[in-house]
């Protein structure tokens, strides 16, 4: 009979890896606005070419914006999410998954930048032409990156899922055995988090910010126009990381011994919850495989019209959705009409 899932009994204390995780995050945050603030306004370097410290200031307030949006993107919201529901129902620490996970893609957003400003004109006119082969290439290895991560984690969900209820887990448990091993804790999301940014979509909005600036003025600073990946990379991690804990702590929540409709109500939980993460995962790859299949080989069928489903806000509707599950349970362990089994 499927349980819910168990809290680990180290949930009652911070760990000292997420105290370093916050301690991280909070010194992007002071080092990006600190910089800004103190530093770059005080000292009339204009990021925008003209208009004066508030032009500067909006650059940064868009540069965090892009970077706290980007967080909520579906393909990050699924890979967050399932990833940490595979790793807290194996009672492994899930806390840090959405931290590795943008840690990793800031760094694509960051070298980036970095090359950028230091004056690579050829990797700039590549990245604004969306016929070049760097755009091409990329456009391919990241999205077909995500959808193919996206699947198999789904599949190890379904399975485990399914492992739970009594069944054994077959072929399916074992032919992603060695994934199950790549990814078995937070810190190896990093390398995803790295590969999911190959795709350069918000890494070209920012690495263009910091280009404009650099070449609209010739004498900006380098350090200057790198406080803009720093804050894209400051809002995108703590959302991811505070989107990554919350899940954790809703995937190790025990509703109690109660029952819902005849069955126990941890099993409608986990049920619940571990179903609308993968149906995500696996709209949102089919939709990014799609469009890599039509885009780069032309392919007919139902693929274009699957590869133009919008799924631009999809991260956020998945948020809502999770934590409605959790605030339903929640309350429905408060109801006269859910009874102790």
């Known amino acids: 009979m499927l349980t819910s899932l168990p809290e680990p009994r180290s949930a009652t204390r911070i760990r000292p890896g997420t105290i370093g995780v916050i301690a991280f995050i909070a010194a992007l945050h002071v080092l990006g606005w600190g910089v800004l603030v103190f530093v770059v306004i005080p000292a009339g370097i204009p990021l925008g070419g003209s208009g004066g410290a508030m032009v500067t200031l909006g650059l940064g307030l868009t540069a965090y914006a892009l970077g706290v949006r980007h967080a909520f993107d579906a393909d990050h919201i699924a890979a967050i999410d399932n990833t940490t529901r595979r790793l807290a129902e194996r009672g492994k620490p899930a806390g840090t998954v959405g931290f590795w996970f943008s840690l990793g893609h800031s760094t694509i957003v960051v070298v980036l930048c970095i090359v950028l400003t230091f004056g690579i004109a050829a ?174 080989l032309g392919l007919g069928g139902p693929l274009p019209w699957l590869a133009s489903v919008g799924i631009d806000d999809l991260g956020l509707v998945l948020t809502g959705l999770l934590l409605l599950t959790w605030a339903a349970v929640l309350i429905a362990t408060r109801s006269p009409r859910v009874r102790e089994s």
């Open 123 to 296: 990797v700039g006119s590549a990245l604004a032409d969306d016929s070049s082969a760097l755009r091409t290439w990329t456009g391919v290895i990241g999205p077909t990156v995500s959808g193919v991560f996206l699947l198999v984690i789904a599949a190890i969900n379904v399975a485990a899922l399914r492992h739970r209820h009594g069944h054994a887990g077959g072929p399916v448990l074992r032919l992603l055995g060695p994934f199950e091993k790549a990814v078995d804790r937070p810190s190896r999301m990093y390398v995803v988090g790295l590969l999911f940014g190959l795709g350069f979509d918000t890494a070209t909005e920012i690495g263009l910010l910091a280009l404009a600036g650099a070449a609209t003025l010739g004498g900006v600073p380098w350090w200057a126009a790198l406080t803009l990946p720093v804050l894209f990379a400051a809002g995108m991690s703590a959302f991811d990381t505070g989107q990554g804990a919350v899940m954790r702590r809703a995937y190790t929540w025990q509703p109690g011994r109660r029952q819902f409709a005849g069955r126990p109500l941890g099993e409608v939980y986990a049920i619940a919850m571990t179903g609308i993460s993968v149906v995500a995962a696996v709209v949102i790859a089919t939709v990014q495989l799609s469009d890599v299949l039509v885009s780069n």
